[in-house]
């Protein structure tokens, strides 16, 4: 396998994917007035929005996950809206409802807070299965029936939910199909000493959100969303995604391993990564960089205590990287 593309494939083109660089850049450098010490969790947190993935994030309260979401937003320019799942929510409250208008004598549909661009859905364990699984539709689909009508959603869609850890009082696990369809699951962590002064700092008059303008207009960021569709993989690259999603069905302590859609999720994620580091190709690396924050949260162990993270940790070493051999 040769790290260059092959020359005949359609697309690819170095100024479009120079033009993804910087549209990533710029929202990167954006949300870092506001998330300090992060780098690596926000270039997730854009790389998914321009993959057109939803995000997982899962950490302890007061970390900055709210923040996270609400700077992408304004970021971007796209129009947010946020919903606090709480334990007696009702779907209707997200997705929306119909009532009787007695002028018209017609049923008129009021959407509900998913019909935004960009929408938080804060603590969404806190909820029960079943309003959490009023999401489903509008995460793979981009739409919502009810009462048998269709509504789309805006584009650019994404989702960012938030997720404290399952052992705290009061949370539901998530459904595995809900699971299965957040692109990426990240974890921000407690900042460093060094970087927690910053913030207090940073908060002492006013809060830096204030400050965080739009810094891409929504056609350069769907533009920057089509290109990566064209970063070439190679049948190779496409070989070792599948490879390395199997490895993880055939482990002794999973009772589900990663679905077809944890292939596509490392293989969109991975041509996004690549196109942000200025590549209009997929290196091993890249696949390599972003499999635990794509697959791991979509594998079920017979037990609860395995460490699925850890699972994908001896997926990588076990499976065969193009052009080397198995340790």
Not at 39 to 56: F, K, P, Y
Not at 192 to 215: C, D, F, T
Not at 291 to 296: P, R, V, Y
């Amino acid at each position: 396998m040769t790290d260059r593309p092959n020359p005949t494939r359609p697309g690819g083109e170095t100024n479009i994917v120079a033009q993804v660089q910087n549209v990533a850049e710029r929202v990167v450098q954006s949300i870092g007035q506001v998330i300090y010490g992060k780098r690596n969790e926000i270039r997730l947190t854009v790389l998914s929005l321009l993959a057109q993935g939803h995000i997982l994030l899962e950490d302890i309260p007061g970390v900055g996950k709210t923040t996270l979401a609400k700077a992408m937003a304004r970021s971007v320019g796209c129009n947010f809206s946020r919903v606090q799942f709480t334990p007696d929510l009702q779907p209707a409250a997200v997705t929306g409802t119909s009532i009787y208008n007695e002028a018209t004598r017609e049923f008129v549909f009021h959407p509900g807070p998913i019909f935004a661009q960009i929408v938080l859905a804060d603590e969404i364990n806190r909820a029960t299965p079943k309003t959490q699984s009023a999401l489903l539709e509008a995460m793979e689909e981009h739409q919502v029936t009810v009462d048998g009508q269709t509504y789309p959603m805006q584009q650019p869609f994404l989702i960012m939910a938030t997720q404290n850890p399952i052992d705290y009082e009061g949370t539901y696990p998530l459904p595995e199909a809900q699971l299965d369809r957040f692109l990426l699951r990240i974890q921000l962590g407690y900042p460093s000493p060094a970087e927690e002064l910053v913030v207090l700092s940073s908060q002492q008059y006013e809060h830096p959100i204030n400050n965080v303008r739009q810094v891409v207009t929504l056609q350069e960021l769907v533009t920057a969303q089509r290109a990566i569709r064209d970063v070439y993989a190679a049948e190779e690259i496409k070989r070792y995604i599948v490879e390395l999603v199997n490895a993880t069905r055939r482990h002794p302590l999973v009772y589900l391993g990663a679905s077809p859609r944890g292939s596509l999720a490392l293989f969109r994620a991975s041509q996004t990564r690549a196109a942000m580091a200025g590549r209009d190709y997929i290196l091993p690396d890249d696949i390599k960089a972003l499999a635990e924050s794509t697959l791991a949260h979509r594998i079920i162990p017979h037990d609860r205590d395995v460490n699925t993270r850890q699972i994908v940790q001896e997926a990588l070493q076990t499976t065969p990287v193009p052009g080397a051999t198995a340790r």
